[in-house]
């Protein structure tokens, strides 16, 4: 069975930083390309960045572009979200997501963890 | 980017009829090599993650009842609930994953008449 453990939410101020973590099992973690989207409180759903199998290659949104970073690690089956210089408007549940780019469709996602920037 | 416009915003179907949700691509997200769209659909019921119901703009994924149907091509689509069921009211979600940035409609919220 596919399942995405997200962790590393938590309440930060304006200008800090958070680390989000994403535990993958269930499926050979090393051929999926792999994504973070968010949901702001109440709010529709907002694709964040995304990763190639390998991890060579990174996307990112517009607005956030400098300031988070994705990574994974294929020998531990981990995706993460380095976010830095966090706003406001990036409080969001951020949900880790197998697939998304590359043209293959976002198929399982994590129960999500929640992001909340204020001061 | 490829923006994505859902209507309505929200509709209320009695149990057994017919629910429609549109969703209009800004361009087209058919991949004429393979003659593949690549739009997505969702349902997302309160403190969950979406749930993808619909690939390929008409495939069902598994386990997904038969009364959930995609249809449409290009830049025009359609998610039908032949015949509404309470468990069905939720938030559904049409997306694009043709190219990046990756984008979502803003949603329709089904609810019971």
């Known amino acids: 069975e596919v399942q995405l453990l997200d962790s590393g939410g938590d309440l930060v101020r304006p200008g800090g930083s958070l680390r989000l973590s994403c535990a993958a099992s269930g499926f050979t973690f090393s051929i999926y390309a792999m994504c973070w989207v968010r949901q702001a409180p109440g709010k529709g759903l907002e694709w964040v960045s995304g990763i190639s199998d390998s991890g060579a290659i990174t996307y990112y949104t517009d607005s956030v572009k400098g300031r988070f970073t994705i990574s994974r690690d294929n020998s531990k089956n981990t995706l993460d979200l380095q976010m830095n210089s966090l706003r406001a408007e990036d409080t969001a549940i951020y949900y880790c997501?197998?697939?998304?780019?590359?043209?293959?469709?976002?198929?399982?996602w994590g129960q999500g963890t929640l992001v909340i920037v204020s001061s | 980017d490829i923006v994505m416009t859902q209507s309505p915003d929200s509709l209320a179907v009695s149990l057994g009829e017919r629910a429609t949700i549109s969703c209009k691509s800004s361009q087209s997200v058919l991949y004429s090599s393979t003659n593949k769209n690549f739009l997505a659909w969702y349902q997302q019921k309160p403190g969950q993650p979406p749930k993808l119901l619909i690939y390929?703009?008409?495939t069902r994924e598994s386990g997904v009842p038969a009364r959930f149907r995609g249809s449409g091509s290009g830049t025009d689509f359609t998610l039908t609930i032949s015949s509404l069921q309470a468990e069905d009211v939720a938030v559904y979600y049409c997306?694009?994953?043709?190219?990046?940035?990756?984008?979502f409609g803003g949603g329709t919220k089904v609810q019971i008449k």
């Open positions: 997306h694009q994953y043709f190219t990046t940035p990756l984008t």
């Open positions: 997501v197998r697939g998304g780019i590359y043209g293959y469709r976002s198929d399982h």
């Open positions: 390929w703009a008409s």
